[in-house]
Nanobody, 123 residues
Framework: QVQLVESGGGLVQPGGSLRLSCAAS????????IGWFRRAPGKEGEAVSC???????????YYSDSVKGRFAISRDSAKNTVHLQMNSLKPDDTAVYYC?????????????WGQGTQVTVSS
């Protein structure tokens, strides 16, 4: 069965760091794009970061302008897991973060979502 399970969220002060993890099963991350999306009250869902290496030895990555220079996405093929390292967190980063299979910004079709993990940035 296709499944995505997020973990690593929590409460952190502004300027702090968190590392989110997404464990995938039922498919290989080597053959599709995988990404992180977030939703917050009063805001539209936002694609935060995606990664893909389909048909290429070079990794394709996407970062939203709001997180460039602060977040970093990585993939562990052996564990079929993707991570999102979040540094210099801001209150505006507060949201539920979802791991998703597919990323339109990298040209792949969305197919699956995880249950999400809450990230709260507050003093």
């Amino acid at each position: 069965q296709v499944q995505l399970v997020e973990s690593g969220g929590g409460l952190v002060q502004p300027g702090g760091s968190l590392r989110l993890s997404c464990a995938a099963s039922g498919f290989s991350l080597d053959y599709t794009a995988i990404g992180w999306f977030r939703r917050a009250p009063g805001k539209e869902g936002e694609a935060v970061s995606c990664i893909s290496s389909i048909a290429s030895t070079d990794l394709n990555v996407y970062y939203s302008d709001s997180v460039k220079g602060r977040f970093a996405i990585s993939r562990d093929s052996a564990k079929n897991t993707v991570h999102l390292q979040m540094n210099s967190l801001k209150p505006d980063d507060t949201a539920v973060y979802y791991c998703a299979r597919g990323c339109p910004r990298l040209g792949s079709i969305f197919t699956n979502w995880g249950q999400g993990t809450q990230v709260t940035v507050s003093s």
